[in-house]
């Protein structure tokens, strides 16, 4: 570690066991969509970056990761699709000499990425969980992350897209699991829950072939929580994505429809001392399940936010104030799908 000579060296927020996959977490993981290409979903991504250069957005990128290990993050994730997301994760982990193990990296595959660094593309990124996608893609995963990747997981697994019923693809990953790779799958869709359940089951040779879920999980969208719990009880790591549902769930969200909810969730978190991200990420954070919750920060003052929600003191009056905000996940998920590229 070279850092000392650079910066001190930061106090890691407390780590934890990850499941069963022998890793270990902090309560707050950074994940890179945001990050690794010029275009995403969130609710102001454009206004975010000062330059869609690839240069300008990889020094950009290995500045949050900084800022996100001085804050004292030690999870990251990437992913396949991410554009060039594991290449700068990849880069900012040999320039600051870290060892593998002293971050514990995830990353996903399933997805290809085809926007070609354009924001305006036709189509961002295709959707593939075949073995020959899984060997292509393990490779180009190691190739920029090499022995530091410590969790790779099936990108947006469903019951639809048949990668849990694929026997082939099961044993490359029991494969990789038995090769010191913890293997995941992430969830997304009004079908988390059934996905989920399908997915506990999977077993190559008697032993089960998930060690950890990454699963959409936020007060407009709490549909999984059980499921969650189930997951998290039978030994799998636990992490949220979208605590703030693609920026629904902060200041920026000023859309007429979501008024009476803002006022609600501003209430709250005029009560309780922070904003209505910060809410929204303790509301996360208090979950019993959940192991990690990743902040899908695009600048280094939303990483230094998003970890400030640690010390919000979540309570069941929150809970019980907020619980009227959940959305029908159909409905949720509809809303998702028609949130801009920018
Ligand atoms: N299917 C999958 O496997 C999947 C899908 C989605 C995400 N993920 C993972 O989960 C991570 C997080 O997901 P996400 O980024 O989609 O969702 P998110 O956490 O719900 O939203 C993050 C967005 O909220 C805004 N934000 C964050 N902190 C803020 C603050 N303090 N104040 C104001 N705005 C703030 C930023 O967007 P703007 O500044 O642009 O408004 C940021 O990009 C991703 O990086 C990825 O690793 C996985």
Redesign the pocket.
Known sequence: MTLEAAIPMPTPLPLRPFGRTGRVVTPIG??????GRPG??????A??LASTAVMEMRAHCLAVLDVAWQAGIRYF???RS?GRGEEFLGDWLTARGLSPGEATIGS?WGYTYTADWRVDAEVHEVKDHSLPVFERQIAETRSHLGAHLALY?I??ATLSSGVLDDAAVLAALAGLRQAGVAVGL???GAGQAETLERALDCRVDGEPVFDAV?A?W?LLEPSAGPVLQAAHDAGLGVMV????????????NDAPDFAERRARLQAEADRLGT?I??LALAAVLHQPWADMV??????A??VE??VAALSVAWDARAAATLAALAEAPETYWQTRSALPWN
């Not at 950074?30 to 990050?35: D, E, F, I, R, V």
């Not at 994505?241 to 920026?252: D, M, S």
């Not at 990743?294 to 600048?299: C, F, I």
């Open positions: 950074l994940g890179l969509a945001a990050l995403y979903i969130t609710l102001g991504h206004g975010d994730d990437a992913a991410y996903k997981q990108h947006s992430t969830l997304s990454q959409t936020n994505k979208e605590a703030l549902a693609n920026g629904r769930l902060t200041p920026r904003d991200a910060g990743l902040s899908g920060a695009a600048t003052a939303q936010a998003n």
